[in-house]
């Protein structure tokens, strides 16, 4: 039978690190130019992922999506902070990670909800769960009060691009990296917006 997932917000401290793994499994390859081990990446957001800045999709008590976001008062990725990098990482590795990872950190913006990564299980894609995680992040900012919802996806990434489109997002503006491809490996960041009507 194919029980169709709940989408909840946040995830049981049992799932911690499926949640960490899930993470990697879709932003390992950006990450690892900040922290290239596997191991100790996974160690990294297993630590530093904060389970109330996200919606979760779960099946049969399996983790099979996360969208996280991130506001004026913390993030989804908030809890990784230099100290943390420097008990997994050591010094160096730490100073490297803080460096790349402040490369990729967007700023929020009054009003605004941000995306702080969106990421379904490789098996689990293209059958409707990033669709209905964004729905519920789009609800949550609309009950919130935020005018709109942000999110940057990277040039090397069209197929995201579409899904956003699809939901609703429009294009705000696109930033070059041109200078920073080899170490980023994409050379621009479009900015997208789902914006809310928020009664006066
Ligand atoms: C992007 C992602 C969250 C979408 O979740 P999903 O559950 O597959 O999305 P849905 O089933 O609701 O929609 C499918 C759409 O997602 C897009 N998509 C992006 N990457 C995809 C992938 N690897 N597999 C399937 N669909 C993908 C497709 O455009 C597809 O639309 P289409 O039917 O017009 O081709 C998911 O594919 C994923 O985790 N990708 C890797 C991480 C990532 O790229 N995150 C976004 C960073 S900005």
């Known amino acids: 039978m194919n029980t169709e997932e709940s989408i909840q917000r946040g995830f049981a401290d049992q799932q911690r690190h499926s949640a960490a793994e899930l993470y990697d499994a879709a932003f390992g390859a950006k990450l690892s130019i900040a922290i290239p081990n596997t191991a100790r990446r996974i160690a990294v957001l297993r630590q530093g992922i904060e389970s109330s800045f996200s919606f979760v999709a779960v099946s049969d008590g399996h983790l099979v999506g996360i969208a996280g976001f991130k506001t004026a008062h913390g993030s989804f990725t908030g809890g990784i902070t230099f100290r943390l990098l420097k008990e997994t990482l050591g010094l160096l590795g730490a100073i490297r990670a803080f460096l790349v990872l402040s490369l990729l950190e967007r700023k929020c913006v ?42 940057d996806v990277i040039d090397t990434n069209p197929a995201a691009r579409r899904l956003y489109e699809r939901v609703g997002f429009t294009l705000v503006r696109t930033e070059s990296f041109v200078y920073l491809k080899w170490l980023l490996g994409f050379e621009a960041a479009t900015q997208m917006q789902y914006t809310l009507n928020v009664e006066a």
Request: charged share 20%.
């Open 110 to 151: 009054s009003g605004q909800l941000l995306m702080d990564g969106i990421a379904v299980s490789p098996k689990m894609r293209g059958g409707g769960i990033g669709t209905r995680l964004l729905h519920r992040l789009i609800e949550y900012a609309r009950n919130e009060g935020y005018q709109s919802l942000r999110l």
